[in-house]
Structure formats: C-alpha cells, structure tokens
C-alpha cells in the first residue's frame, strides 16, 4: 500500500515540442535526451482507505495547485476507483523552472504508485503512463541517451546508448528559480496554433532525430554538439515567433550562451541546449567540465552551477 520511488530529470538534446494529440497527450515530435545522475526527485505514495481527499506534499510544503494533475496520474496507473493517497515528493534541485522537474517528478509517481498498488509493470509501460502525464517524463524511465519515437498511437521510448559508453558530463547554469510564467504545455499550443516556423518544425525533426542518433552510436560529438544546437534554437525561434510570443530567456541566459561560444573558440569541447525556462545545459567532456564550471559560476546573473553525469532510468527503492 505505499512505496518509494526516485527518477531523475533528463534533457533534451532533439527537443520535444508540440502535441500531436493534446488528449492522450501525445508528441508531435519524436525527441532524444539524457537523464542525469545527481539531480533527482524521490516520490512517496502511500495509498490509505481512511483518506477522503489525496494529499500532496511537495519539498516539505502542501501544494495544492499541482494536486489535480497528480490525481489524474494516479488515476492513470491505478484507475478511477482508487484509494486515495498521501504523496510525497522531494526534489534536490529547483523545481517548476526549467530544469525538467515534471519528468522526474512523474516518472517517480508512476513507479511509485505502481509499487503501491502492486501493480507489476515493464519500463515501457510505466514509460506510456508517465508520458500521458508529462511527454519528457517518458523518458525519464530509461537511462543514458533515450529515444522518445512518434510513431505509433502509444507512446514508445527505448535507449540508444548507456550512459557509461559515452559519460559525458551535463552543466546546467542556473539564472533564476522563479517558476515559469507559461508551463511548456500551455507554450506548445500557442506555438502550434500561431507560430509561422511550427509546420517547418515538425517536418524537419525527423532529419535531426536521425542526425543526432547517428552521432550518439559512434559517439561523435562535434556532430552532436552542432545539431543539439541548432535544433534547440530552431525551438527556441518557433516559441519566439508565436502569438503571443514566448519568451523564456533572460539577460544571464544569453550571457550563457556567449560564455559558451568563448569556449568553443578556446578550443573546449562543450555545447549548450536550454528548455522551457531561463537556465542554460552546458554538456561537455569530463575532461573539460572545470573549465566549464568556472566560465558559467563566473558569468555575470548565474545565481548557482549544478553539475551531473548521464545515469540510469527510474527505479522503485521500497515497496510494502
Ligand atoms: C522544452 O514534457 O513539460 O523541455 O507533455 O505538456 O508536460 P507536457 O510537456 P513537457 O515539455 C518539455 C518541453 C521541453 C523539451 C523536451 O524536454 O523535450
């Protein structure tokens, strides 16, 4: 009746952006990411029959806001007439600004509440589940480099590369913890509505899928590094060009970026993305991730410099 459950964030390197099917929740994009090591969330779910109402507990704090969705995830994986439930969730890192909280966060729910309600699941299960919920949080049930595809009615994830074949390291600059203005669901509909780059979006990602794909398999990252830019910027430019526009950057933001283009000119291997908020992913070689570390703490508006390695999928800790 409760388990505990951890799942980590993960980042996209071909982003997804834009819904196929906002109902089922289903991408209109196939995306590839990265789940990371150090950074994680840790989900309680204890199912309780003297409960009238769930309970939502989030980083020592009720939240009353993010019950609704997280009902309806439970409702999901364990279906309508459920037990209500005390949940409990407890994230190392700042959550709701961009640093993918939502697919740990969902990720950990749904193998937490399976582990609760004793329900035996497989990883592309829990993945489908947890995708219905948040599309990135799919992702976050595999480690290393994760394929989210857009082929099917369901939604299919499936792992590219172990982390440990290629442990490059991710460095996420962190230029503001105020929650975004705009959820990325909500940024995704009035791209698809509005933007006039969205339909060349959607009809060049199959091209950066591959692209990105094949550099990952022979572990190429001059090519990785080239397309995960351009693809992020390609989304960053469909949301900018939306009505009305969205805008998740700040002035530090962009400070980031050309504190990355310094290093690439000095001969560092290391490449940005930035998702649906302020901060900006550094990914870089082991090798070099000091020199990356001390080039983002030192930019002008980085309020703090986290740092993580490539690490495995989701994975329930206790059950009884
Ligand atoms: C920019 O997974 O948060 O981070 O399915 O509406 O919950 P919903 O969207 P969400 O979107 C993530 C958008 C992104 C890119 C990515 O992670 O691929």
């Known amino acids: 009746m409760r388990a505990t459950a951890r799942a980590q964030p993960n980042i996209a390197l071909i982003k997804y952006w834009?819904?196929?099917?906002?109902?089922?929740?289903?991408p209109a994009v196939g995306s590839i990411s990265v789940t990371l090591e150090e950074l994680y969330t840790t989900m309680h779910v204890e199912l309780d029959a003297a409960l009238d109402l769930d309970e939502l507990l989030v980083n020592g704090h009720s939240a009353p806001s993010m019950l609704p969705r997280v009902a309806r995830c439970l409702d999901t994986v364990l279906g309508a007439g459920r037990l209500r439930a005390r949940i409990i969730s407890e994230s190392n890192f700042p959550i709701a600004a961009g640093l993918a909280s939502s697919a740990s966060s969902f990720a950990a729910l749904v193998v937490a509440?399976?582990?609760a309600g004793?329900?035996?699941?497989?990883?592309?299960?829990?993945?489908?589940l947890a995708g219905k919920a948040s599309g990135s949080a799919a992702r976050s049930l595999y480690g290393g480099f994760v394929e989210l595809r857009n082929d099917g009615d369901e939604i299919a994830v499936c792992s590219i590369l172990d982390g440990a074949a290629w442990p490059l390291r991710i460095i996420a600059a962190v230029t503001s913890t105020t929650p975004k203005p705009v959820s990325s669901g909500e940024a995704m509909e009035t791209s698809r509505r509005s933007s006039p780059?969205?339909?060349?979006?959607?009809?060049?990602?199959?091209?950066?899928?591959?692209?990105?794909?094949?550099?990952?398999?022979v572990r190429d990252f001059g090519k990785l590094a080239s397309i995960a830019e351009?693809?992020?910027?390609?989304m960053h430019s469909v949301m900018w060009a939306?009505?009305?526009?969205?805008?998740?950057?700040?002035?530090?933001?962009?400070?980031?970026?050309?504190?990355?283009?310094?290093l690439q000119a000095d001969?560092?291997?290391?490449?940005?993305?930035?998702?649906?908020?302020?901060?900006?992913?550094?990914?870089?070689?082991?090798?070099d991730e000091s020199q990356v570390v001390e080039a983002?703490?030192?930019?002008?508006?980085?309020?703090?410099?986290?740092?993580?390695?490539i690490g495995a999928g989701a994975a329930l800790m206790t059950a009884d």
């Not at 004793?118 to 489908?128: I, N, S």
């Not at 939306?242 to 310094?262: D, G, K, M």
């Not at 001969?267 to 550094?282: E, L, M, S």
């Open 113 to 115: 509440a399976s582990g």
């Open 296 to 309: 983002l703490t030192t930019t002008p508006g980085v309020e703090s410099v986290l740092s993580s390695g």
């Open 267 to 287: 001969g560092v291997a290391a490449f940005f993305t930035i998702d649906a908020g302020p901060q900006v992913k550094v990914i870089c070689l082991p090798g």
């Open 118 to 128: 004793g329900v035996e699941r497989t990883a592309d299960e829990l993945a489908g």
């Open 242 to 262: 939306s009505r009305p526009p969205v805008v998740y950057w700040n002035a530090a933001t962009i400070a980031c970026l050309e504190r990355v283009r310094q």
């Open 18 to 26: 834009g819904k196929r099917d906002s109902d089922r929740n289903l």
């Open 230 to 234: 351009h693809n992020c910027l390609k």
């Open 197 to 217: 780059f969205y339909s060349r979006w959607v009809e060049e990602q199959d091209m950066d899928l591959s692209t990105a794909r094949d550099a990952i398999t």
